[in-house]
């Protein structure tokens, strides 16, 4: 009799501690340190198509818009570069413009942009997207703050958007980012997506 009423207590206390295994599991998994990289979804490029930016010296590859994304009358990519040069302009049409560059063994470079931006007290900064890698940001313009900014600040500059993230290929840091004046929400999704699909090519793939 002793020895069933044993038993129950024991399947009383494993059922009981269940519950706090579950949750405590659950917390483990949630934690940011366990998470992946931020990737975009392959179902969210169906407006892209693949480029590779071997041929100008970064091996890597990355999705851009493509016709059916309306985003401008060109969609046909172009990529600025000057030999030995640290810094890239890709174009796509009138209304991508990516600017990416070259930091070598630097990773910090997100945290880096969030201090400068932190700075900017003529502009209110709202994170849209943060990760360690990652950022997207609306900017505006404060209107106490009109005097103190930039004379490149137009009445239509106010309100922006803008994105920013770095990427570790073949052991050096790109900074994939938007102009410095930014662009309206759409664009900045589009080339947000394009900056997550960022793919180094590996030497099978060369």
């Known amino acids: 009799m002793l020895l069933k009423l044993s038993k129950n207590i024991n399947k009383s206390i494993v059922f009981g501690l269940l519950p706090l295994f579950l949750v405590f599991a659950t917390a483990c998994n949630t934690d940011p ?8 979804e392959e179902d969210d490029l169906y407006e892209f198509k693949g480029f590779s930016l071997k041929e100008y010296g970064i091996p890597a590859t990355v999705m851009l818009p493509d016709e059916t994304a309306n ?15 640290f810094k890239w302009e890709l ?3 009138q209304n991508f413009h990516m600017i990416i560059d070259d930091w070598g063994d630097d990773r910090t470079m997100v945290k880096s942009e969030k201090e400068r931006l932190a700075g900017l007290n003529f502009y209110k900064i709202t994170y849209l997207e943060e990760s360690d890698d990652f950022i997207v940001y609306e900017r505006i313009l404060k209107v106490d ?4 900014a930039p004379k490149t600040v137009g009445l239509l500059e106010h309100k922006s958007y803008h994105v920013y993230g770095q990427k570790v290929i073949d052991g050096i840091t790109y900074v994939f980012r938007s102009r410095d004046e930014g662009y309206v929400k759409k664009i900045i999704e589009l080339m947000g997506k394009s900056i997550r699909s960022v793919k180094e090519l590996k030497d099978e793939n060369v």
């Open 71 to 85: 985003i401008g009358a060109s969609t046909t990519p172009e990529l600025i570069h000057a030999e030995d040069d």
């Open 145 to 148: 703050g009109e005097k103190a």
């Open 91 to 93: 174009k796509v049409g």
């Open 33 to 40: 340190q366990n998470q992946p990289d931020q990737e975009v």
